[in-house]
């Protein structure tokens, strides 16, 4: 259930106001076999800006810029569009934010520097194997369960989530545990993804205290030993750093490899060149993180500004989906057309600007590694007959089941 849609707020043209939502608006809701992204596309042949009411989770409006010119303006300035929202605490009634996601610059900056050594390419490198091993493991497990699996549930969700226990440096004899929160968290009614909010919240509380005792490898230990500016982390920053690289992984790897599946189950003959020619897999994975994005950044002004000639407000909430940015035929030529061989790819699926995506080199390896594993593994798949993806708008795009059918090719064998 969502929140009531808040009125439209009277300074905004009655002309820029639309139909359109990224929740509810024609094409995102759930719906069996329904394609998220051909239908936000349709933006593009519109209005650059516009005024989308009823696009958050609480019902308020937020302006829509299409263009990716323009949302790279937005994106940059941290100073006019803010990204301070407490969104997950607020949920709980609490007041913390996430970080880095929600600090703006300057500030930001000194979270980043404490980071980025944490999910460089150097030390993705590392957890290579691990990710490897993780992926060979749940697709055998899948394939032993034959059609009834659904790679959502018994693939993408598992991996992306085992992949972050691994970096908290929990065994994944936890996994089924984390897998039914995240599930809640991300999935459920109001009411489970507030009690999954709160449970998730007390265990990474309750790993902090214990790595300030017992500090060992791991990304807590890291975070409860650090400095900055000669000063040690406090509970809440702790807390808001890794809610949110347990939130950021999951949905949005899941909602990548399930968009891919989705999209090479029904195309056999592009299967089929990534299965003969793995090296293929790097760039088909761009490809398709351009054509498929999951993530809207959203941000509110902070003072009155001007874009394509609009006013938005002091205090407005501004969307910028990633999804028109990358198929906006002024950026990519053929943009409504998916070439899993383009180059010079420069999509935005982990945004622009100083928020830029920090887990996105393990991201793009737990994808190709991913694709890599399940193309070696799986022989030519195809949707179930009989059944019917299902998909979603919203925020993070994604898609909610998958049932594949490789039974003929495994006969032919
Ligand atoms: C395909 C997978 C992913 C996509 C599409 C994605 C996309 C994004 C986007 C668009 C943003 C910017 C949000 C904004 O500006 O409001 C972002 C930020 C972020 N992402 Fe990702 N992400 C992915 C995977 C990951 C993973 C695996 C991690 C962690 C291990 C991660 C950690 C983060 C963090 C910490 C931020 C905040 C960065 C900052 O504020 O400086 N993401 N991501």
Redesign the pocket.
């Known amino acids: 259930m969502r929140a009531a849609v808040q009125p439209v707020p009277d300074h905004v043209p009655q002309e820029l106001v639309s139909s359109f939502n990224l929740f509810t608006g024609p094409g995102m809701e759930p719906a069996p076999m329904g394609d998220p992204h051909a239908a936000i596309e349709t933006l593009l042949a519109g209005p650059p800006v516009f005024f989308a009411p009823g696009n958050t989770r609480n019902g308020e409006g937020t302006w829509v810029v299409v263009r990716a010119e323009d949302q790279r303006r937005v994106?940059q300035d941290g100073e006019t569009f803010s990204?301070n929202r407490n969104i997950f605490a607020s949920a709980l009634g609490e007041s913390w934010p996430m970080i880095?996601?929600e600090i703006d610059p300057p500030e930001?900056s000194k979270?980043?520097s404490l980071?980025n050594p944490l999910?460089s390419p150097r030390r993705v490198i590392g957890l290579e194997p691990i990710v490897r091993e993780r992926a060979i493991s749940l697709i055998e497990a899948m394939k032993s369960r034959g059609t009834d699996a659904d790679v959502m549930k018994d693939f993408c969700l598992p991996f992306?989530v085992s992949?972050?226990l691994q970096?908290l440096g929990i065994g994944s004899e936890r996994l089924e545990e984390f897998v039914g929160w995240a599930t809640d968290l991300l999935h459920g009614t109001p009411a489970q993804r507030t009690e999954a909010a709160r449970t998730v919240v007390s265990f990474l509380d309750e790993l902090r205290d214990l790595r300030r005792q017992e500090p060992t490898d791991d990304f807590m230990s890291f975070v409860t030993q650090a400095r900055i500016e000669g000063e040690s982390l406090s509970d809440m920053e702790v807390r808001g750093m890794s809610v949110?690289?347990f939130i950021?992984?999951l949905d949005?790897?899941a909602?990548?490899l399930g968009f891919d599946f989705y999209y090479l189950a029904q195309h056999a003959d592009q299967q089929e060149l990534l299965r003969t020619d793995p090296k293929r897999i790097q760039l088909a994975a761009e490809e398709m993180?351009r054509a498929f994005?999951?993530?809207t950044?959203?941000r509110r002004a902070t003072r009155d500004v001007e874009l394509q000639g609009i006013t938005i407000r002091k205090g407005d909430l501004v969307a910028c989906p990633?999804m028109t940015a990358n198929r906006d035929p002024a950026e990519f030529p053929d943009a409504g057309k998916i070439v899993l061989n383009r180059e010079d790819n420069r999509h935005v699926?982990?945004?622009y600007?100083?928020?830029?995506?920090?887990?996105?080199h393990?991201?793009r390896r737990?994808?190709v590694i991913g694709l890599e594993e399940f193309l070696a593994r799986i022989p030519t798949f195809r949707i179930k007959p009989g059944t019917a993806p299902i998909t979603h708008g919203g925020f993070v795009f994604g898609v909610d089941n998958l049932q594949l059918d490789w039974s003929e090719q495994e006969k032919a064998q």
Do not use: Q
């Open positions: 994106l990204s880095p996601l930001h979270w980043r980071l999910l992306a992949i972050f970096f949110l690289l950021a992984g949005t790897v909602a990548a993180l994005p999951s993530v950044p959203v990633s699926a982990f945004a600007g100083p928020h830029r995506c920090l887990g996105s393990l991201a737990e994808i």
